[in-house]
């Protein structure tokens, strides 16, 4: 052996490694194989936005879970098999375990167990930016995590040393832990309360303004519209949570000026406690003016993601708000052929491309709610001027119901009036 391989033998890798997961979802009657696919892929894109790699997908058809291990006691043994043979660092249910589920299954499987909604709550730790978001956060995660600590390891210790971080507290720790948690839950809420006064002095100052709200499924573009109506430089990545943290812009249209809001986007099953501590960054929804549902039309679930976000805006008491539906990435699907135009389309290109009928998605959500929805690209501008029209329509109606006085189509023209005279 030479010299220099000697030194490339001292040498030791230090790129961070990359965690891998298996995800393990149950099967109920109704529900059909893309679904199921569909509901696993979000799990898994949820999984890499946290830095976990899916490594294998594990399914099972039952209508309940098993009370003490979620999965069947056979499934549980292929589980544990395929852990230990590949050597797994996490399982990631796409339901929520309860706490004897998942101390039952660390003591089982022997590595860390994420459920549906610990796994969003820990994405919302690692994204939140401002103290309001992140203070929300920690106290929705605290609460979550205070009834799971276990003997084997603690969450409350993985979030001091990362999602690569093993180990435990020992049994006879977990009550000490149980007290730190408890106490921070309290501090965490005092803390929360001071920041909350201080959104609602701000939000008084909005008063007399028309209040517009982004919002929709996550990772569906809002924030790369946001930048392009305000030329602002959010964070807008091709990743579920990109913004957690609420972002208000001034913008004026034709000298109407509006604040317009980025918020959190929505998502299938979204955490009760998430819900619960975010209350004061979902008063932007709460109290807006008007809604814009920006919809990712090349999703082939699309319409299963606006019953998603139509249920959780009727949960924050916002459902009934006027709403402008932006169908947005239109760039990445194909319109509707006329008859006509299908004639000269080969019938191998018909099957295989996704097309999709704007006119009959226009005609059926302006029937719904009566204002036309609109169709764009938000990434390459696409039709934005259409969506800045439509924009103005709404805005300048409920800028009438603060202003009914404001009669803007009505202006005199003074020198013409003193000429009648």
Do not use: C
Request: proline share 3%; net charge negative; glycine share 4%.
């Amino acid at each position: 052996m030479n010299k220099f391989s000697r030194k490339l033998q001292k040498l030791h890798d230090t790129a961070p490694k990359v965690e891998t997961a298996i995800l393990v979802t149950l099967i109920r009657q109704q529900q059909s194989d893309p679904e199921v696919e569909e509901h696993l892929d979000e799990l898994a894109f949820l999984a890499e936005t946290l830095g976990a790699k899916t490594v294998y997908r594990f399914t099972q058809r039952m209508e309940k879970p098993d009370i003490r291990t979620f999965v069947g006691s056979g499934k549980l043994e292929e589980i544990k098999a395929y852990v230990a043979h590949f050597e797994v660092d996490m399982v990631i249910f796409d339901d929520d375990l309860s706490p004897s589920q998942m101390r039952n299954l660390e003591n089982e499987i022997k590595v860390k167990i994420y459920d549906r909604s610990l796994l969003i709550l820990d994405i919302f730790l690692k994204r939140a930016q401002t103290a309001q978001a992140k203070t929300q956060v920690e106290l929705a995660r605290y609460q979550y995590l205070l009834p799971r600590l276990t003997n084997m390891w603690t969450h409350l210790e993985r979030q001091r040393g990362g999602t690569g971080t093993r180990g435990g507290s020992g049994e006879k720790e977990i009550e000490t832990d149980k007290r730190d948690i408890r106490t921070k839950i309290t501090l965490l809420k005092e803390k929360l309360l001071e920041i909350e006064k201080q959104g609602i002095t701000q939000r008084k100052g909005r008063k007399g303004v028309v209040r517009v709200a982004l919002v929709g499924y996550t990772n569906v573009g809002k924030s790369t519209l946001m930048n392009l109506i305000t030329k602002t430089d959010i964070l807008a990545e091709n990743k579920l949570f990109a913004t957690v943290d609420s972002t208000v812009r001034k913008v004026v249209l034709d000298t109407i000026p509006f604040l317009l809001s980025d918020t959190v986007g929505f998502i299938r099953k979204l955490p009760t406690h998430l819900i619960e501590s975010f209350k004061s960054t979902l008063e932007e929804i709460r109290e807006a003016d008007l809604l814009v549902h920006v919809v990712d039309i090349s999703h082939h679930a699309f319409e299963d993601q606006i019953n998603v976000v139509t249920q959780t805006l009727n949960e924050l008491k916002a459902g009934d708000k006027p709403v402008l539906l932006v169908f947005n990435k239109i760039d990445l699907v194909q319109q509707m052929p006329s008859e006509e135009e299908s004639l000269h389309i080969s019938e191998h290109e018909l099957q295989e491309t996704r097309y999709v009928d704007f006119k009959a998605l226009s005609d059926a959500y302006e029937k719904k709610n009566g204002i036309k929805p609109v169709f764009m690209a938000a990434s390459s501008a696409e039709n934005v001027e259409e969506f800045r029209a439509s924009l103005l329509v709404e805005v300048k109606k409920q800028h009438r119901k603060i202003y009914p006085h404001y009669l803007e189509d009505e202006v005199v023209n003074w020198s013409e009036k003193d000429n009648l005279n």
